[in-house]
């Protein structure tokens, strides 16, 4: 059993930055790709992010590309997403989430992650 707890959401203008963290209970972490997936007021979950194990391969959402980076520190248990460049329709709870199974890359699909946070709401005004 994996609990993860974001945090780090919040409000900011366009234009500004943010860096979301996402804390992981348990040893086996590392064992784990993991994934950012957002939710707008209305949308369905959208895929963001992922990295998988050791943190040599990660995956973007086109619409996020060159300005957000996911990152892990398995020492620590935690991934964190560094958002730059913010846009207002970057509004929406962003939930971080563990894949156990082993895959040859992180994968994009939320089907695919077991284990899931509370989500962190991150705000953007223009």
């Known amino acids: 059993q994996v609990q993860l707890v974001e945090s780090g959401g919040g409000l900011v203008q366009a234009g500004g930055s943010l860096r979301l963290s996402c804390v992981a209970s348990?040893?086996?972490?590392?064992?784990?790709?993991m994934g950012w997936f957002r939710q707008a007021p209305g949308k369905e979950r959208e895929f963001v992010a992922a990295?998988?194990?050791?943190?040599?391969?990660?995956r973007y959402a086109d619409s996020v590309n060159g300005r957000f980076t996911i990152s892990r520190d398995n020492a620590k248990n935690t991934v964190y997403l560094q958002m730059n460049s913010l846009k207002p329709e970057d509004t929406a709870v962003y939930y971080c989430?563990?894949?156990?199974?082993?895959?040859?890359?992180?994968?994009?699909?939320?089907?695919?992650?077991?284990?899931w946070g509370q989500g962190t709401q991150v705000t953007v005004s223009s």
């Open positions: 990295i998988n194990r050791s943190a040599t391969s990660t």
């Open positions: 348990g040893r086996t972490f590392s064992r784990n790709a």
């Open positions: 989430a563990a894949d156990s199974a082993f895959r040859f890359g992180p994968s994009v699909r939320d089907i695919d992650y077991d284990y």
